[in-house]
Each structure stands twice: as C-alpha cells, then as structure tokens.
C-alpha cells in the first residue's frame, strides 16, 4: 500500500535590519537544519550565516524579484515533496516589500503548511522610535516614482488620521518629503530614520518643511524610514474656498507657488489640489 508522502512547510524567517546580535536562537536553527534556504541574495545570506556562527545545512537557492515566477512551484513542491524551506531576505521580514508575498500565497491556495520565525522589523522600529502616536498606523511601502502619481498617492493620505511609515531609497529623501510637506502641509511632525540599528543610525525629528530642507542641504545615505503624523483630524476648508486668498496674495506681491503655499498650510488643504483649483480659475 502506498503511503502519501506528508508534506514538509515554508518557513518565513526574519533577519536582522543591521545589526547581527539581532538574530534569534530560532533563526540560527532554522538555517542550520533547514532543508532548503531561499534567499534574495545568496551572498549575503552567507555572509550573516558566517556571523552567526551557522553553516547551512540544506541547498542554497537565490528567490528574488527576477526569477520568484520561475522559482516558486520549484519551492513550492519541495514543501509538497517533505522539505522544510526557509525564505529569508536581505533584511527584515520576507513579503513586506520584499518578496515572498507570491510564494507564501501559492502555498497556502496548495494547502501547505506555512509559519512564521519572527525577527526585526524596520517599520515597527522606525514607529517605535519616532516619537509620534503608534497606537495606529498604516505602512506604505515606497512612494511612487512619478511626481504625478507620488502627488496623487499623498493627496489621498493627507486626511489619514493614523501614523504612515514609508519606506525610501537615500537619493529620493529630498524629493519625497518635499512633496509630503506639499500635500501633507509643512508643520506636519514627521521624523527621518536612517541606519536603524547599524552604526550610523540618526533620527531626525521635525516639521516635514523643516526635513525637506534638511534632507536637500546635505546627502542622505543608508537605508531610510520616513515616519509621518496623522492629520489631526481638524476640519479643513474646501480648495475653492481658498482661490481668492491666493489670488489676493498674488496681487499683493506674493509669487503664485508661495501663495499657493502659504495658503494651503493656513487652510489645510493639499498645496497642489489648491494649485490646480486656482489655475482652473484663472483660465475660466
């Protein structure tokens, strides 16, 4: 009589943000009796292995963002076949802006055991060391590239009342707290994380105007969290409402980008939302 093979089970498995003596007891086990290791950069992999004193006892395979489509039903009847397969990434935990979301989907629509071997986290750390409520909170991965889709992206966050936590490559800094001071308006608190648990690791706390300027005088360098305050929920005047004080700082001297910004801030309206609103009046 044949006996079906029991199945083995994905194992997703956190990984320090930075710094090593992060690692759990529970991770350097895995990685040590795990049947299969997939990892986004196989590299480094062995690097943190070679730290924490463990030799992976399974097949190194790399699963990443180019290749997770070829790579997943591979993983995925290794789990079928009894292997234990552990996901790790570069950092932090695998599927939260990484990748993973795929293979642990494709596991569990195949009914195979899927847990979890918790570790650092940079959004809850990020959070937690901010400063600003933490009782509720939203995570929004990277900003959009495109100023267009960026601007539309923060206009429909201005009114969130719950803490956002973005994650941002260095050289974008700049750019995108300037466009949250812009939607979000430039007395907002925000803070900038950098290099959390590594060497390095700076928090600037302030206004978002203020972080914008600091962000553009200077070179922002490592790996970024950018945490932002709610609105205060306080209600905020329609865009319309505010053409005619925009206009009349215009007549007054102002240059139309600063009335448009000044205004905004004073109403609680988006800077571009308020923008387009003054230029639609201006060519009816």
């Not at 003596?21 to 895995?30: I, S």
């Not at 007054?252 to 387009?276: F, M």
Request: glycine residues 10%; contains cysteine.
């Amino acid at each position: 009589m044949d006996v079906q093979q029991a199945p083995g089970r994905l194992v997703l498995a956190g990984t320090p943000i930075g710094n090593a003596g992060d690692a759990t007891t529970r991770l350097v086990d895995l990685l040590g009796s795990a049947d299969v290791v997939a990892a986004e950069d196989t590299r480094r992999l062995h690097r943190l292995a070679s730290m924490l004193g463990v030799v992976p006892k399974g097949k190194v395979l790399s699963y990443h963002e180019h290749n997770e489509v070829e790579r997943t039903p591979e993983l995925v009847d290794l789990v079928r076949s009894g292997s234990t397969v552990a996901l790790v990434t570069d950092a932090g935990m695998p599927s939260v802006s990484d990748p993973g979301y795929r293979l642990v989907r494709a596991c569990v629509d195949a009914e195979l055991p899927v847990t979890v071997v918790p570790g650092p986290s940079a959004v809850l750390t990020a959070l937690a060391v901010s400063g600003l409520p933490s009782d509720r909170f939203a995570f929004e991965g990277f900003a959009p590239r495109k100023p267009g889709e960026r601007g539309r992206t923060f206009a429909a966050l201005a009114a969130d009342e719950r803490t956002l936590v973005f994650f941002e490559s260095p050289h974008r800094t700049a750019t995108t707290l300037a466009a949250m001071a812009d939607a979000f308006g430039a007395d907002r608190s925000a803070a900038v994380c950098r290099e959390l648990t590594k060497t390095y690791e700076e928090v600037v706390r302030g206004p978002l105007g203020e972080l914008a300027a600091w962000a553009a005088a200077g070179e922002v360098r490592g790996e970024v969290c950018l945490v932002v305050a709610g609105s205060s929920g306080a209600p905020s005047r329609q865009p319309g409402e505010l053409v005619e004080e925009v206009l009349a700082l215009v007549s007054s001297g102002y240059r139309l980008k600063d009335a448009v910004r000044v205004t905004a801030d004073r109403g609680g309206v988006p800077s571009r939302t308020l923008y387009d609103e003054v230029v639609a009046r201006r060519k009816g």
